[in-house]
Structures are given as structure tokens and as C-alpha cells.
């Protein structure tokens, strides 16, 4: 079992920045793929980005490619999102995930509560 509570979230304009970071429970921290998703208002969640136990590999969804970095530090049982550049159709809630095996862009195990972030044109 893991808790996973993001933060980080909030209004920037058009072209700025934001990092999200998401901190987990437990002591298994390592064992875990990390992921994070996005929900826009009338939508459904969406896979953004995802990255393995290590560190050493990633994957992103092509809209965020360039533009979106994630990373994650064991020691801290924390995962970030560095947002860059972002545009108003980023605004949506970013949960975090974890799940057990390969990296996957669905079927996570455990999620956050979900952080709001608000791009302004």
C-alpha cells in the first residue's frame, strides 16, 4: 500500500512555469512506477507522463513532449513534474500514480488526491 499526495499546483499565464511534486508513504518507494495523468474539465484523465523505478527511463504523451520533464528522487519518496511553456488546454487536476510492474501510460494501482493547475491566456 502506498499514500500519494501531490502539491504544487496553481494559475500561471501562458508560457510559464510549474513544478508538481507528488510525496509517497512507505518504505517501498523504489518498487514503484510513477505516472502522472491530467483531467480537464468534461473529460476523461489522461496518461502525461510516466517513469521508472530507477529513473532511467520515461515516457511522455506526445502533447507534452518538450515541454514536460519528469523525475523522481527515491531518497525522498517524492516525484516531480517540471511544466514548461505551458498553454491554457494544460489546465486540468494532475493526479500522480504508482503501480507495480512495467511502465504502463494506464492501469495504475494507487493514486493522489489530485492537484488543480490553471494556464490563463
Known amino acids: 500500500q502506498v499514500q500519494l499526495v501531490e502539491s504544487g499546483g496553481g494559475l500561471v499565464q501562458a508560457g510559464g512555469s510549474l513544478r508538481l511534486s507528488c510525496a509517497a508513504s512507505?518504505?517501498?518507494?523504489?518498487?514503484?512506477?510513477m505516472g502522472w495523468f491530467c483531467q480537464a474539465p468534461g473529460r476523461e484523465r489522461e496518461f502525461v507522463a510516466a517513469?521508472?523505478?530507477?529513473?532511467?527511463?520515461?515516457y511522455y504523451a506526445d502533447s507534452v513532449k518538450g515541454r514536460f520533464t519528469i523525475a523522481r528522487d527515491n531518497a525522498k519518496n517524492t516525484v516531480y513534474l517540471q511544466m514548461n511553456s505551458l498553454k491554457p488546454e494544460d489546465t486540468a487536476v494532475y493526479y500522480c500514480?504508482?503501480?507495480?510492474?512495467?511502465?504502463?501510460?494506464?492501469?495504475?494501482?494507487?493514486w493522489g488526491q489530485g492537484t488543480q493547475v490553471t494556464v490563463s491566456s
Open positions: 512507505g518504505r517501498t518507494f523504489g518498487t514503484y512506477v
Open positions: 500514480a504508482a503501480r507495480a510492474g512495467a511502465i504502463s501510460t494506464t492501469r495504475y494501482d494507487y
Open positions: 517513469i521508472s523505478r530507477s529513473g532511467g527511463n520515461t
